[in-house]
């Protein structure tokens, strides 16, 4: 089968014949259909510290994916063959304390497909049966392929009640769009997002936020001013990785407020603590989705009407996979997805 695989040691990924996987007794093999390129694959792509450290070379990359069950284990129960499915990418021990209380996204043994383990750039994927998630008939494969990432802006978006509150988001890239749209589907009042790509900010438009700040130019808490928020934000939803956005999201949250932390910042980034302290805000961690809560609303708000479609800005044939590369690089794209079929 051919696959996207890390061949080289050095920026870039390669088109690599490799045997299709077999199926073990708790697995399926999924033939790909569709996948997206994440944050991460560009990590491995550009082959930066991070991925020299955790990637083996030779690793089949990729997450992001939908596809169809073409083989099944012969203890596998719950699918057939022919099941359109996506995944969940963080496969999980099943037997340390949280595994075993249902709170899986906070295993301490997790391995990640595409990282850990031969990932969905390929023409067929394993996964334990218990990784892979039915589609629905009335969702299109397009969003199935996204469900992963569309899944951390809804694990971070859902942390915390947003009925009516006002949100900040720091961060305008895919997954800090579709939270805006998360936000404001589920009730928010203003939903203001930050970056500093005006492509970025556009599309965050396209998907419902109320307000974007370009923080090159503008200045929050006059953005704050003149849509008439005198407190402060209720949540704030970090999705940049920048630590001058996080700062800037200390500053400008109300007493009490609530912050879920998504971005992934550079080693020692500092903060001023005093912001946390004396304004009682709670910070929370997000890592991955839930399992599988998460995916469950992910379905019901598509079904309930939110519409991420904008967030998909491009799709590649497989033999193009290079323009899909450079496109992400580009920063001017939402998703992009790779076409197998
Ligand atoms: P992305 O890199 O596409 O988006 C980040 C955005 O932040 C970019 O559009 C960038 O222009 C913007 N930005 C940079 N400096 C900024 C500043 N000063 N103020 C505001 N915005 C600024 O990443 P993504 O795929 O949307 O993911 C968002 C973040 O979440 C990344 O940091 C990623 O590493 C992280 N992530 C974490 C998890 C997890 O499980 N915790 C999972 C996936 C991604
Ligand atoms: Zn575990």
């Not at 996080?246 to 550079?266: R, T, V, W, Y």
């Not at 961690?285 to 991420?308: D, F, P």
């Amino acid at each position: 089968m051919i696959t996207l695989s890390k061949s080289n040691p050095s920026q870039g990924i390669w088109l690599t014949e490799k045997e299709r996987p077999s199926c073990g007794h708790n697995d399926v093999v999924i033939r790909v259909l569709k996948t997206a390129i994440c944050g991460t694959d560009m990590h491995i792509y550009h082959w930066d510290n991070w991925a020299q450290a955790t990637i083996p070379l030779g690793m089949t990359v990729g997450h992001e994916f939908v596809g169809v069950i073409e083989e099944i284990g012969q203890e596998v129960e719950g699918f057939k063959i022919g099941d359109r499915v996506s995944g969940e990418g963080h496969i999980t021990c099943g037997h340390c304390r949280n595994c075993r209380a249902g709170r899986r996204h906070l295993c301490r043994k997790t391995q990640g497909v595409g990282v850990n383990r031969p990932g969905a750039f390929a023409q067929y994927l394993a996964i334990p049966a218990s990784n892979a998630f039915k589609i629905p008939a009335d969702i299109s494969d397009d969003l199935a392929s996204i469900f992963d990432p569309f899944g951390n802006a809804t694990h971070t978006a859902l942390s915390f009640d947003l009925v009516g509150e006002d949100v900040l988001i720091t961060g305008a890239g895919p997954i800090g769009s579709m939270a805006a749209a998360i936000a404001k589907h589920v009730g928010a009042r203003h939903v203001v997002i930050t970056d500093v790509n005006d492509y970025r900010l556009e599309l965050a438009k396209a998907l419902g936020a109320t307000r974007t700040v370009n923080v090159t130019r503008e200045s929050l808490p006059e953005v704050m001013a003149e849509i008439g928020m005198t407190e402060g934000f209720d949540v704030g939803l970090e999705m940049s990785g920048n630590g001058q956005a996080f700062q800037s999201m200390l500053s400008s949250m109300n007493h009490g407020g609530k912050i879920a932390l998504l971005g992934i910042p550079e080693q020692d980034t500092r903060i001023d603590w005093n912001q946390v302290i004396f304004k009682g805000l709670t910070i929370k961690g997000i890592y991955g989705r839930e399992m599988y809560e998460t995916w469950y609303k992910m379905v019901a708000m598509l079904q309930s009407g939110l519409n991420i479609r904008p967030i998909i800005t491009h799709q590649f044939d497989i033999q193009d996979f290079q323009q899909g590369f450079d496109t992400m690089a580009s920063g001017a794209s939402g998703k992009v997805i790779l076409n197998w079929s």
